[in-house]
């Protein structure tokens, strides 16, 4: 299972919409509509953001969202601000109860 | 408030063996389907193993199958990861989580595993 493919690096200014991409094949991204999204900051553990590919758990500011297109998936943070920039990873459902992650993003507020 | 932590991690040689083991708390753990993560230095997040609430169900990574074994003890509400013939690229900070529907909805602080001679 190859992982799925995601920018190295992203960038916007405080208050700007960002957005990230995740891209996998039709047995994962594009097979299921189980697509979550990670934030990681520098020494923490990850974070859920989004999962099923657009719903937010308790607590994630709606400037997170979360959409899906045939084998990509993507993740939109609108009004930047400082504390979004971390690491993104996004997260597949790939079959036979087993997942997939991508490489991860690090989306800078410059 | 929900709490997991893990320990168990630690330096051990090419071929060595390691049992990582996770607390949880603050939740049914019985309830909850539950995984293994990991994220080598510097790098993505990887998951590794999964086991259903009631043990019978355990699914691996190609990579880890054969070598790793996942279990839980839902009177100690605690998830074990036993780690057999350890390599070099398995070294790797390892979190437990629980797997909410189909996604991973709380995460550990990690245990550290390095294979190193």
């Known amino acids: 299972q190859s992982a799925l493919t995601q920018p190295p690096s992203a960038s916007g200014s405080p208050g700007q919409s960002v957005t990230i991409s995740c891209t996998g094949t039709s047995s994962d991204v594009g097979g299921y509509n189980y697509v979550s999204w990670y934030q990681q900051h520098p020494g923490k553990a990850p974070k859920l953001m989004i999962y099923?590919?657009?719903k937010r758990p308790s607590g994630v500011p709606d400037r997170f969202s979360g959409s899906k297109s045939g084998n990509t998936a993507s993740l939109t943070v609108s009004g930047l601000q400082a504390e979004d920039e971390a690491d993104y990873y996004c997260?597949?459902?790939?079959?036979?109860?087993?997942?997939?992650f991508g490489g991860g993003t690090k989306l800078t507020v410059l | 408030e929900v709490q997991m932590v893990e320990s168990g991690g630690g330096l051990v040689q090419p071929g060595g063996s390691l049992r990582l083991s996770c607390a949880a708390s603050g939740f049914t753990f019985s309830s909850y389907w539950m995984s293994w993560v990991r994220q080598a230095p510097g790098k993505g997040l990887e998951w590794v193993a999964g086991m259903n609430q009631d043990g019978r169900e355990k699914y691996y990574v190609d990579s880890v199958k054969g070598r790793f074994t996942i279990s839980r003890d839902n009177a100690k509400y605690s998830l074990y990861l036993q780690m057999n013939s350890l390599r070099v690229e398995d070294t790797a900070v390892y979190y437990c989580?629980?797997?909410?529907?189909?996604?991973?909805?709380?995460w550990g602080q990690g245990t550290l595993v390095t294979v190193s001679s």
């Open positions: 997260c597949s459902y790939a079959g036979s109860n087993h997942w997939v």
């Open positions: 099923d590919v657009s």
């Open positions: 989580a629980t797997s909410s529907g189909w996604s991973f909805g709380y």
